[in-house]
Nanobody, 120 residues
């Protein structure tokens, strides 16, 4: 059974930091690109950061470049999102995503989300 379990969300003051974790199970983690998405109330879900299966390449939304860092530990089947210099506009539910494309299908898995609230 595929599972993606996010943790590390919470309430933080502007300028603070949080580290999100996403623990994966039920599939071969090292074969999958991993991403973090977020969705704020009344807004569409948006891509925040992505990392390739081996961790050799990352990509970030312009709004988080220089503040957020995505990383992964394939030995622990875990992907992380280090969030620094947090702003109120970073408030959202953050979702972990695993994706693998083959010649015949795309495998696409989602976690249940973790709330991040940035407020004084």
């Amino acid at each position: 059974q595929v599972q993606l379990v996010e943790s590390g969300g919470g309430l933080v003051q502007p300028g603070g930091s949080l580290r999100l974790s996403c623990a994966a199970s039920g599939f071969i983690f090292s074969n999958y690109a991993m991403s973090w998405y977020r969705q704020a109330p009344g807004k569409e879900r948006e891509l925040v950061a992505a990392i390739t299966s081996a961790g050799g390449s990352t990509d970030y939304a312009d709004s988080v470049k220089g503040r957020f860092t995505i990383s992964r530990d394939n030995a622990k089947n875990t992907v992380y999102l280090q969030m620094n210099s947090l702003k109120p506009e970073d408030t959202a539910v953050y979702y972990c995503n695993a994706k693998r494309r083959t010649s015949v299908r795309t495998y696409d898995y989602w976690g249940q989300g973790t709330q991040v609230t940035v407020s004084s």
